[in-house]
């Protein structure tokens, strides 16, 4: 079988191979020709021309082929032509072999990991959709999503201790706002007395405030020398002539009245504290 395409006695055409097998592919190139042959003139007698390109340089056009039909081919240009062969598919002698059944199909044994890892994934999505759960519930209820741990409050007499030397700090007697100094100052002692001895002062008299203390100093006194009685006692009066008699304390006993708060405060410090 030949396919026969016009051109010039000097051109060229060769296959890179000329054996192969039915459907397998070679490379038809042609050199030097005046017209060279189209995708449809090569594509003849069960070949096939699949594609082309041209290299300029050599003046060298180069055609994919393959072949459905076992055969020779013979392909011609010009004076020029090349034979092309093509063989079948090779016949399985089943002559040779034994018939056999058709092998049953094996199964592979579950391994330990096998099983772990799909246990492992089943977990991993039971926990991933309970936390996008709890996600949603939290924010739904306008509730943190996580849980920082809250720094553990200050002693009392930390507390007091730091507000008393803030309200120093201030120099509320010594801009003339008197009244407004002692008023703070004795409600900061109060407030500690709530929250050391559990004595409501804030809604106490000034002797009231004394003889709950003193009822809960004869319970709790620990046997030091210190007299808080005394020390709370000179406070308190000091500040309720500023308040009810509008006297003007001389400024040593505007400290002095500090003086008496601090001094308080550090009395009843429990001794298995340490002193911040």
């Not at 054996?19 to 060279?36: D, P």
């Not at 003849?44 to 300029?56: G, H, I, K, P, Y």
């Not at 002095?256 to 002193?275: F, G």
């Amino acid at each position: 079988m030949a396919i026969v395409c016009p051109g010039p006695a000097m051109s060229q055409i060769a296959l890179d191979s000329t054996h192969i097998v039915i459907g397998n592919q070679t490379e038809l190139t042609v050199s030097h020709a005046n017209r060279y042959p189209t995708l449809e003139e090569l594509s003849q007698n069960s070949l096939v021309a699949l594609r082309q390109w041209f290299d300029t340089a050599s003046e060298t056009q180069h055609t994919l082929m393959t072949c459905f039909e076992p055969g020779e081919h013979w392909l011609r240009l010009g004076d020029d032509s090349v034979l092309l062969t093509v063989y079948d598919v090779a016949d399985v002698d089943t002559a040779s072999d034994e018939i056999r059944d058709i092998a049953d199909i094996e199964t592979v044994p579950l391994t330990f990991w096998d099983a772990a890892r799909w246990v492992l994934l089943a977990l991993i999505a039971v926990l991933l959709a309970a936390a996008a759960w709890y996600t949603v519930q939290r924010v739904r209820n306008r509730q943190p999503v996580v849980k920082l741990s809250a720094k553990p409050p200050l002693p009392p007499h930390t507390r007091a201790l730091n507000a008393l030397e803030t309200l120093r700090r201030k120099q509320l007697w010594q801009q003339g706002a008197v009244k407004d100094y002692h008023t703070e100052l004795t409600d900061i002692v109060r407030q500690y007395l709530e929250e050391r001895c559990g004595i409501t002062s804030s809604e106490m008299t000034s002797d009231q405030t004394l003889e709950a203390f003193a009822a809960w100093w004869g319970i709790h006194r620990d046997g030091s020398e210190s007299n808080p009685e005394e020390l709370l006692d000179g406070m308190l009066r000091t500040a309720d002539m500023v308040k009810f008699a509008k006297s003007e304390p001389l400024p040593y006993e505007h400290d002095r009245s500090m003086a008496q708060a601090i001094a308080l405060v550090e009395a009843l410090i429990p001794k298995n504290e340490v002193h911040e």
